[in-house]
Each structure stands twice: as C-alpha cells, then as structure tokens.
C-alpha cells in the first residue's frame, strides 16, 4: 500500500486501483468454486500472483494517461491514445503470462496443473478488468472529479525527462550508446554460467515441506491476535523421534512382492534376495541385507514355539532355516498362532503376495536407496516385484518435481518465443523484435536459477513452478519496454526513441517492481517454509526482471535496430509505407 500510494499520489486513483485488484482476486476465486477445483497450500500463492499482474497493468494504465493528459489532450482523447498502445501491450503480456501459467499443464502432479489452470485464468480477467474496467471507470471518475470535495494531489507521470528518477533509469540507455555489443555479451555469458552452476540445485520432497517449523519465528509470535500463530509440535515431535530412534541408522525401502506364495521356491526367492547386499543395505554382518519379512517372521516363531520349529525343519530341504515344501501348512499354522498378527503384515490374506522391509544406512540418500531397492525388485526376484515405501515415494515425487520444472521451462521458453514472434510479427510486421524480447527473461530466469543454489532452496512442490513464472511475470517488464520502444522509434531516432521509451516506461516499471516484489515477499513471513520461499524467489525474480528490462533490454534493442534498420539517425516509418 506503502509503494502504490507512492505510484498513484491520489485518493481517487488509489482506491480505483485496489478496487481493480479486489475484483480479480473475487473473479479468480469465483472460477476455482465453479470449476469445482479444490483449494489447496499452493492456491494460497494466487493472489499475490494477480497482484503482481494487476498492479502493473493499473500503474502503467494512469502513468500512461497521466503523460498523455499532459500534452494537452482532453479526458476522453488522452485515455484514448494511452489504451490504444496499452492495451496492444497488455494483450501480449497477458498472452506469454499465461502461457508460463499453463506450461505447469506438464507436470504429473495435480496439484501444480490446479495451480496453473487458475493463475492462468485469473491473469486473463485482470487483463479484461484492467484493460476495460479501469480506463473505463477512469474516465468517469475525471468527467465528476470536479464536482467532489476530494483534493486532488498529483496527476504528474512517474519518471519524466529531466527528473533525478529518469536519469537514474536511463542508466541502461548510456550503456547501450557506448558498449551495446560488450553489454549482450556479458549477458549471454552471465546467463550460460549462471544456468550451469544451476544445474546444482537439489531435488526434494518431504511431508515436513507442508508442516508448520518446530519453532515459529518471534516476529510472528508477536503480532496481536487472530494474526499470531499458534505454538506446533508435530515437527517437534518428529525430530524427537528421528534423533532419539534413526540415529545410527537410516531408513527403509520396501518391495511388494505378487505372485503364489504357496509356490515352493517362493520364501528361498525372498531369502536369496538379500544376499551380498547393495552398500545403501544395512548388512546384518553376514553378507546378508537386514529386513523383516514373512521369512524372519517365521524364523522368529520358529525359536520360540518348538512344534511349529519341527514343522519348518521337515519341510526345508537345504537346511537354512527357509521352509521349501507345504507352505500352506506352515502358513495356516503361522496365521493361527500368537505370531499370526505379525504374519499379516508381511503376508496377504490370499498368500497372493507379501512385502519385504529392507534397512538401509544412514549415510544413504533417498536416491542412492531407491536405485538399490529398484535394483533388488527388478533383477532377484522371478514374480512380480515392485521398490515402494516412502523413501521410494518421496524420490518419486522428488524426481517428477524436477521433471516438471524443466519441462515447464520448456515449454513456458518455447511457446512465449513463438508467440512473440507470431504477434510482433502481425502486429508490427517485425518478428525478429520477438527474440530481442525475450532476451532479458532468458537472462532473469538463469539467475533465479542459480540464486536458488546460492540460498539452497530445492526444488520443491512450489518452488518447481518458480522458472515458468519468471517467464510469465518477466516477460511483463520487457513487453512494456519493447512496445513502447516501436511506437517512438517510428516517430525519432534511435537513442531518443529508446530514452523516452526507458524514462516513460521505467517510472511505472519502478513502481510496479516495488509494488509487487514486496507483494508477494511478504509471503517470506507465512509459517509454512515452502510458502516463505515461494515468495523470496517470486519478489527475486521481479527484481531481476525489471533490472534486465532497463539495463540489458536497451542494448539488445540497439544492436537489433542495427541489423534490422541500419540508420539509427533516422525513424524507422510504418511498415506501410
């Protein structure tokens, strides 16, 4: 509110962008209760997503009007012309953001498909509620403005020429006469590096990401109550049993096991299985993985009821403890004695199938378990064998999170260079102006990316979807920017094209940027550690885009006008003429 108070400087301009902001949070959740999509942790980042969005759109809207009205044009002329450029802009901002939204359509988890449905949907009403309703109600609000005693305090545009603000955002302009080429360079270098060193970043997946901290910050403590979190000790309590009871081990893998388990060979195929162990085993000191299963549930009753001993030693035939012949004997005994509940747990009813739980170390990682498990199920056992548990679970998980953010960063890269260059290309007849376009997001996103490694945030159930949002909320900056650009270099020059074009842009960039950076980075403040990292890398990404737009974006726009118009001196016309 701090900074939007700041952008807009007026009462009336205010409230009429917070009313905006309102109607598509409302709208949005509208849809998410008629599609009957059900809300979960990852929705909670939704409205500040439109925020975001929508604090841009309402800022560059006035800002844009506001320069207009002050050439002299009436209310109804100057809103005219700022829509009649804003509203080309806003339809491709809309355009490459949701196709970041709905890049996340790839993922194999539910929950990110949800979330991209309804960002992608509520991007599309901020587009109608602040590309209609706002210039609309806009002018209705100039025509009576008079006629109120309501003060009005600024009309002025942020950033002018002249003004200490458009020197500093035109700080990227100065690069761009002097050192265009050095500066694309230096960028595409910085962004190859960075996404390599982002290669590093970890994978992970655990029921503790959607659990409240052991201890919760004192900040929040603080805050007057219903705002003050309560004190949660289900991590607590968690850590307790993890340090007190996995200490000096790890965890553990499982293998489901289908097939006739009154087969002969059946309990040898799960005894020989733990033979010579891989190294993530447990070895029980005998070449042989520790596990529990319906074999070491018999061999545990056998030393402890004498009869049921004798029945197992009839029928083993190589003597090693494993019964081979008249399983469904032993089994029905089993079942019927004082062990019959254990028994159970590792055998079906149906004697159709049975688990293996196998121990592994604690210096193993969910990866290296999991290879092992996958390992023993697929080349030891004769019947059907699969590697389960929650370790395997969790690595499962682990490994469609990646998988979804790159194949969202793919699709999100792809589809917005497409779109670009289609709609640059109808609109402007220019297509190659949509790879200039993209420049300062290929930039923003290898950043984000290594800046996740430098602050160790994996990626995660939310953070998976931070690359394609870079995208999608990116691409806003450098639209604003390259659009504006086109229409002033059709009229001037080159470099007075591209300074009136950051200085014009730039103040409502300005203000956007803080806005909505700490919008959404207020989330850092939310109890659940996912929810507070969202954020952090949300507002980052923000930052990086903007600061790409105006420092990078202007050089790739003069080395582009060199190829494409090769007189910078002179406007480049209309496509038409």
């Known amino acids: 509110m701090g900074f939007l108070i700041i952008a807009y400087r007026d009462l009336l301009d205010l409230l009429l962008g917070v009313t905006a902001l309102g109607m598509a949070v409302i709208w949005t959740f509208g849809f998410l209760g008629l599609a009957g999509i059900p809300f979960n942790q ?78 992608g949907v509520g991007i599309v009403f901020t587009f ?9 109600a806009k002018v209705w609000l100039d025509r009576r403005r008079g006629s109120w005693p309501i003060p009005t305090f600024s009309q002025s545009p942020l950033g002018k020429e002249g003004s200490r603000l458009g020197q500093v955002l035109s700080i990227g302009v100065w690069f761009s006469r ?4 050095l500066i694309l360079i230096f960028a595409l270098v910085f962004s190859a590096g960075a996404g390599a060193y982002a290669t590093g970043v970890d994978t992970s997946f655990s029921q503790e990401d959607f659990l409240p901290p052991e201890e919760v910050s004192p900040l929040l403590k603080s805050l007057p109550e219903p705002f003050a979190p309560s004190d949660y000790g289900v991590v607590g309590t968690l850590n307790f049993l993890e340090d007190k009871f996995t200490s000096t081990q790890g965890g553990s893998v499982t293998i489901y096991v289908e097939g006739r388990m009154e087969n002969d060979a059946a309990l040898e195929q799960i005894y020989r299985a733990g033979e010579d162990p891989p190294d993530a085993f447990v070895d029980d000191g005998d070449r042989r993985a520790e596990s529990t299963s319906i074999v070491t549930v018999i061999q545990d009753h056998a030393e402890q009821d004498p009869e049921f001993a004798e029945l197992v030693e009839r029928n ?22 004082s062990a019959g509940g254990q028994a159970s747990e590792y055998l079906s009813e149906d004697h159709r199938s049975a688990r293996i739980v196998y121990s592994t170390t604690a210096d193993a990682s969910n990866s290296e378990a999991t290879t092992a498990a996958r390992e023993i199920a697929s080349e030891r056992f004769r019947m059907d064998a699969t590697a389960t548990g929650n370790t395997v679970v969790f690595q499962q998980v682990s490994d469609l999170i990646f998988e979804s953010a790159i194949t969202s960063l793919a699709i ?30 290929v930039v923003a996103v290898a950043a984000v990316a290594g800046t996740m490694r430098v602050l160790g945030i994996s990626f995660n159930a939310f953070t998976a979807t931070i690359l394609s949002l870079t995208i999608g909320l990116g691409i806003d900056y450098s639209v604003h920017v390259v659009h504006r650009f086109i229409d002033e270099r059709r009229e001037r020059p080159l470099y007075e094209a591209l300074e009136r074009t950051v200085i014009g842009t730039g103040g409502a960039l300005l203000g956007s940027m803080a806005t909505t950076a700490f919008g959404i980075g207020v989330l850092v403040l939310a109890v659940l550690t996912v929810l507070g990292q969202f954020g952090t890398l949300t507002a ?16 790739a726009l003069v080395i582009w006008d060199r190829i494409i118009n090769g007189d910078p001196a002179e406007p480049m016309g209309h496509p038409d003429r």
């Open 42 to 119: 990852i929705m909670i980042s939704v409205p500040p997503l439109l925020l975001a969005v929508g604090i841009d759109f309402g800022i560059h809207a006035i800002n844009r009007y506001r320069e207009d009205r002050a050439t002299g044009l009436d209310i109804e002329s100057a809103m005219t012309v700022a829509t009649d450029q804003l509203l080309v802009a806003f339809f491709i901002v809309t355009g490459t953001t949701v196709i970041g939204f709905l890049a996340n359509l790839a993922s194999s988890l539910p929950p990110i498909r949800d979330f991209g449905i309804v960002a």
């Open 128 to 136: 109608f509620i602040f590309g209609i309703f706002l210039p609309a």
């Open 178 to 181: 002097k050192i265009p080429a």
């Open 316 to 337: 083993d035939r190589n003597d090693n403890g494993v019964p081979d012949d008249n399983l469904p004997t032993i089994y029905r005994e089993l079942e019927q004695s």
């Open 412 to 441: 999100a890269l792809g589809a917005t260079v497409i779109f670009l260059i289609v709609v640059y290309w109808i609109l402007e007849g220019l297509p190659s102006l949509g790879i200039a376009n993209l420049v300062p997001i």
């Open 540 to 555: 980052i990404s923000i930052v990086y885009s903007f600061l790409a737009s105006l420092l990078v974006l202007p050089s």
